[in-house]
């Protein structure tokens, strides 16, 4: 049987981690790899020669596309360049694509993304990290799915640090609230950082300038009756990520080195179990074996949207006196 054919689009740090999920993997081979910049290109190629040593390069995905006859493509350019280069590659034929997060910086895109993949019926698959984390996966999976706290009211998540921009890590804080909330939301409110509050869509640089982007506190209303907490911020003080989880019979604290589980007196440690590969390598191979065996993916097209609708209806908020936004948005 034949291999299938990857190609990788941004072949700087984050699309060097995406290559690495496919080395060890007996039925695909790295076929190509695309970046404007010809040095990161080189560099790139000489990395992974021993594992792969035909490696095609680009300067232009359409060229890319057109010649390699791909299977899988993974998307690891700035935040907001993701959305042309998922719809030129679904209407190419590739199988699955992974993208980076945020999936997209406005609805219009996101809802351009969608459409493509599902009218080709592409596998698409977005980088919120946390869900091929064995801790985050865990926890949520069989502690909360195992009913250990009870039925979810509310998941707080709170982002701090120079990376606490909106679209940028706060696409992560808010797909942790959505994974645990495991619901559609129906409307938020918000408020920006003070200095942002005529800030009514993305103006930011692909998520290199902390000063580009707000950070936010906002609230979730999901379909299941769960609320949703985003607490942003201040982008001034020392980074830190982690989600409080609370149940009718007790409460879940979540971070990235550790989560302990809250009833009455009793503080007891999550134990995660022990994974080979995880994160973003883990997030790839999921997406290897989707395309080959089929399945759906644990962060799909479908999740990643939700975060964009959510974004961008705390801008919305924002412009409408810190109103309430009803989800979801078009993007017209």
């Not at 560099?43 to 594992?51: I, L, R, S, V």
């Not at 909360?144 to 804080?173: E, K, P, W």
Request: glycine fraction near 12%.
């Amino acid at each position: 049987m034949a291999k299938l054919r990857a190609g990788i689009i941004g072949c700087s740090g984050i699309g060097t981690i995406h290559a690495s999920g496919l080395v060890g993997l007996p039925n695909v081979e790295l076929a190509a790899g695309c970046d404007f910049v010809q040095s990161t290109l080189d560099a790139f190629k000489a990395k992974y020669q021993d594992t792969w040593d035909n490696i095609s390069l680009y300067t232009n995905h359409q060229e890319m596309l057109a010649a390699e006859n791909l299977d899988i493509v993974t998307v690891a350019t700035s935040d907001h360049r993701h959305a042309d280069l998922v719809v030129d590659a679904a209407n190419a034929g590739v199988k699955g694509i992974f993208c980076e997060k945020p999936m997209a910086t406005s609805i219009e895109d996101a809802d351009r993304m969608l459409e493509a993949t599902e009218q080709n019926g592409t596998i698409l698959s977005i980088d919120h990290t946390r869900r091929w984390q064995p801790l985050w996966r865990h926890t949520r999976d069989e502690i909360v799915g195992g009913g250990q706290i009870g039925d979810v009211v509310y998941v707080i998540g709170t982002l701090s640090g120079g990376r606490a921009m909106l679209f940028r890590n706060g696409t992560h804080c808010v797909d942790a609230i959505c994974y645990f909330a495991d619901s559609d939301p129906e409307w938020v409110t918000a408020e920006l950082e003070d200095g942002y509050e005529d800030y009514s869509e993305y103006k930011g640089d692909g998520g290199h300038n902390p000063a580009t982007e707000p950070s936010a506190h906002g609230y979730i209303h999901f379909a299941n009756g769960v609320r949703g907490y985003y607490a942003g911020g201040p982008k001034t003080s020392q980074s830190g990520f982690r989600a409080e989880i609370v149940g009718t019979n007790g409460y879940i604290l979540i971070n990235d080195k550790g989560a302990t589980i809250h009833q009455g007196d009793s503080v007891e440690s999550i134990e995660a179990p022990s994974w080979e590969i995880t994160g973003i390598p883990a997030g790839v191979q999921e997406l290897v074996k989707l395309v080959a065996e089929g399945g759906e993916p644990v962060s799909p097209g479908t999740e990643g949207y939700k975060v964009v609708q959510i974004i961008i209806g705390f801008l919305t908020s924002q412009q409408q006196d810190n109103g309430k936004v009803k989800l979801p948005l078009s993007g017209s």
